[in-house]
């Protein structure tokens, strides 16, 4: 597995489909007013050894910060992903009570041919830069199924990974997904809080 320290882009909208999505080779590379968004916040810290520990946000890529269809990422004319409702807003409010905040992404679709590898990690890089640069890291991985590998989730590979090398305290994390394999892939990781995507974001 390689390590990969967020790139930095930009841009934004006006629809068509592209490459990108389906989401998974472990590569490293807003609700309106704030509702379901305030029980997610981690317990602040009330010692010492508690507080030294990194607590993370992970959010799931396609369907949760940017539009899909068809299993494809949608992208502007400048083929950049549409991202979905009240993004900017819900993690600009949540993301200082977190650590860290990590994509974690299956990205099959590379496996397939359908978009490169440089291209998935040329728009986590933009969103993070869209966004105001609120990821630590990412994870993606470009398996199918029939690969057999241990990063795709519902397995829990990219979880796992990405806290063993940010120091991350997996039990007092979130994760934000849109699909019942995300849910899987928290729990089997030992994250402590799975939150549908539709609850954090509000639509």
Do not use: Y
């Not at 950049?80 to 990205?107: D, H, K, W, Y």
């Not at 890089?125 to 690969?147: K, S």
């Not at 394999?181 to 994250?191: F, P, S």
């Amino acid at each position: 597995m390689e390590r990969r320290a967020p790139d930095r882009l930009a841009g934004r909208r006006h629809q068509r489909e592209e490459h990108s999505e389906g989401e998974d080779r472990c590569l490293r590379d807003e609700p309106s007013a704030g509702t379901a968004v305030q029980n997610v916040l981690p317990p602040a810290a009330n010692d010492a050894s508690v507080a030294d520990v990194k607590r993370a946000l992970f959010v799931d890529f396609g369907g949760t910060l940017v539009e899909t269809r068809d299993n494809r990422t949608v992208v502007d004319v400048a083929g950049n992903p549409v991202l979905m409702p009240n993004v900017v807003e819900t993690l600009m409010r949540v993301r200082p009570g977190f650590e860290a905040c990590f994509i974690v992404s299956n990205q099959p679709r590379i496996a397939r041919g359908d978009v490169s590898e440089e291209e998935v990690r040329r728009r986590f890089a933009w969103l993070n830069e869209r966004l105001g640069l609120p990821f630590t890291d990412w994870r993606l991985c470009p398996h199918v199924d029939e690969d057999g590998c241990a990063c795709r989730k519902p397995k829990p590979g990219m979880f796992l990974d990405l806290a063993q090398a940010h120091g991350i305290d997996l039990a007092r994390s979130t994760h934000v997904g849109d699909a019942d394999k995300d849910r899987v892939a928290a729990v089997t990781a030992g994250v402590g809080t799975f939150i549908p995507a539709r609850e954090f974001f509000g639509w």
